[in-house]
């Protein structure tokens, strides 16, 4: 079964794939209890579903305090960003995000039956860009052009982690050499002796 959470609108999607769902799992809500609250929620598919909002899945935390002055206070900037810019939403502030966020608190404690389609979703597109100061390719949700410079960090990034995989490869080759290069030196000495016992 797939796991889904129907959501209001696109904003809400976006504030969950964004962040909510990494604050549950790495961030906020990481050493929360119960032990592994988090693993439905981050497995979960996000619909923008109107007229059927909740989840079709078990949970065994479904209270957290999305619009906490402490989390707003660090990530609140951000979130409204990530609103603003992948659904070109310019006029999204600070009231709306807060309403959404505490509809979500709502939202994540209602059930869905399976059997309840799923409505179109939106169109999505992709772009690199750099919404905190780190490039990634964004799931955006109206045409963007890529960033320049995110396209030139990514591929630098890439490069960077083809480089470490290729000399972390290196080095275990070398080390399989060396193993098998021992591996030869005693069968070579078992035959010589083998031979001297004939």
């Not at 696109?10 to 909510?20: D, G, I, P, T």
């Not at 769902?21 to 923008?48: F, K, L, M, Y």
């Not at 059927?52 to 065994?60: K, L, Q, S, T």
């Not at 039956?113 to 992709?126: F, G, I, N």
Request: aromatic share 8%; proline share 4%.
């Amino acid at each position: 079964m797939t796991k889904i959470l129907r959501v209001r609108n696109l904003a809400q999607k976006v504030l969950w794939e964004q962040e909510l769902s990494g604050q549950i799992s790495d961030g906020r809500w990481e050493n929360s209890s119960p032990h592994s609250h988090w693993e439905p929620w981050c497995d979960a598919t996000i619909v923008v579903d109107p007229e059927h909002v909740g989840r079709n899945f078990y949970a065994r935390r479904e209270s957290y305090n999305f619009s906490s002055k402490e989390l707003l206070d660090i990530v609140g900037d951000r979130m409204l960003r990530y609103v603003q810019v992948l659904t070109g939403d310019a006029s999204y502030d600070m009231a709306r995000m807060r309403a959404d966020l505490n509809d979500l608190k709502k939202v994540i404690k209602e059930h869905v039956a399976d059997s309840v389609p799923v409505p179109p979703q939106p169109t999505e597109y992709r772009a690199a860009l750099r919404l905190d100061g780190y490039a990634q390719v964004y799931t955006t949700f109206v045409p963007l052009a890529n960033d320049n410079l995110a396209v030139k960090q990514l591929a630098k990034r890439e490069r960077e982690q083809r480089d470490y995989r290729i000399k972390r490869l290196e080095e275990k080759r070398d080390e399989l050499k060396a193993q098998l290069a021992k591996v030869e030196d005693d069968l070579a000495r078992e035959v010589d002796a083998a031979g001297m016992l004939v």
